[in-house]
């Protein structure tokens, strides 16, 4: 008998961070809003910290207020601090809050060619189109996220060594998805232009933060994003953390799988990082079952509450 996609660990989880109103970030010095830009003078890398890619992954807004509001100015190259969607983190409603995640597409699936280039029209495209100048200028791009489940952090990128050297480097989370190209659906943010291609300098990645709502969350945003900095020489070296006890795990994605209907729903209640063994049943979907397909198969990012066209589950292997 299947469990509902529903029955989801988050929807108990305390909202012990909540959005603020930010509008007065809104008034950059690129001439895109919501957009800031500090230049060292000093050779360097040009460095973007991206939030709010999601309207409702609030920690990426903590830790941009944080470098905004500390005076954070880089010793070499050029630092960006971005708040992509914050449209959609405007809708926020605490009787709903996990429904203003988008408003018509998903901003972190649409940068294409033929997407930007294109004739649709949304919210997200048109945010996507202002910003692709920002993403242009990067040579090292960090995008903060969240999830929806009280689940450990994890890094995202897509297949590239540099993006995998760039996240160890950095150090904590310790969990890597590893996203070879073209297997996600869309092309994500760390995707777009010469960041999704091979053979090229810089390096960009996702960082998953923990539960939307949760303190740890955005203390850990904040954390990455001065590490990250400080890795790339823009600012001083932290203080060294103690050795993490357990060495770094890869997970490689193998299938994602998209909810085709309404009686989308998990065969036993998930959050993610579940272990699935092969041939075990893992969801049902329009009478299509959604089978494991090797031993040790873990699932990541299950979703809380089964929309038709949006990611059901995402199934990996350790590597």
């Given amino acids: 008998m299947t469990q509902p996609a529903s029955t989801f660990a988050a929807e108990t989880s305390p909202l012990e961070v909540l959005p603020r109103d930010i509008s007065a970030y809104r008034q950059g010095n690129t001439g895109i809003d919501y957009v800031h830009r500090f230049a060292s003078g000093r050779p360097g890398p040009h460095v973007l910290v991206n939030a709010l890619t999601h309207g409702n992954e609030i920690c990426g807004m903590v830790?941009?207020?944080?470098?905004?509001?500390?005076?954070v100015r880089p010793k070499i190259g050029t630092l960006t601090v971005s708040f992509a969607h914050v449209e959609a983190y405007n809708a926020f409603d605490i009787e709903r809050p996990y429904e203003n995640r988008q408003l018509v597409h998903n901003l972190n699936r649409i940068w294409s060619a033929d997407m930007l280039d294109g004739t649709q029209q949304s919210p997200e495209?048109?945010?996507?189109?202002?910003?692709?100048?920002?993403l242009d200028a990067a040579d090292y791009m960090l995008d903060i996220h969240s999830t929806r489940a009280p689940v450990q952090p994890f890094w995202v990128y897509p297949e590239f060594e540099r993006n995998a050297g760039l996240a160890l480097a950095v150090g904590h989370p310790l969990v890597h998805l590893v996203m070879p190209v073209g297997a996600a659906p869309g092309t994500g943010v760390t995707g777009y232009g010469r960041h999704g291609q091979a053979g090229i300098d810089g390096g960009?990645?996702?960082?998953?933060?923990g539960q939307h709502f949760s303190q740890s969350a955005a203390d850990l945003a904040t954390d990455v994003s001065l590490r990250f900095l400080a890795h790339l020489g823009?600012?001083?070296?932290?203080?060294?953390?103690?050795a993490p006890?357990?060495?770094?795990?890869?997970?490689?994605l193998l299938e994602v799988h998209m909810v085709q209907s309404d009686s989308f729903a998990f065969a036993r209640p998930v959050i993610g990082f579940e272990v699935f063994g092969k041939g075990e049943l893992i969801a049902t979907d329009a009478g299509r079952e959604i089978r494991s397909?090797?031993?040790?198969?873990?699932?990541?990012m299950p979703t809380r509450a089964p929309v038709v066209g949006r990611e059901g589950v995402y199934l990996t292997i350790a590597v």
């Avoid at 960009?204 to 933060?209: K, P, Q, R, S």
């Avoid at 397909?293 to 990541?300: A, S, V």
């Fill in 234 to 242: 823009l600012v001083d070296s932290l203080p060294e953390a103690a």
């Fill in 125 to 134: 495209l048109r945010r996507a189109r202002e910003l692709r100048p920002v």
């Fill in 293 to 300: 397909p090797c031993d040790g198969c873990t699932i990541f």
């Fill in 204 to 209: 960009a990645v996702v960082v998953e933060c």
């Fill in 63 to 71: 830790a941009a207020t944080h470098l905004l509001d500390a005076g």
């Fill in 245 to 252: 006890a357990q060495p770094a795990r890869r997970f490689r």
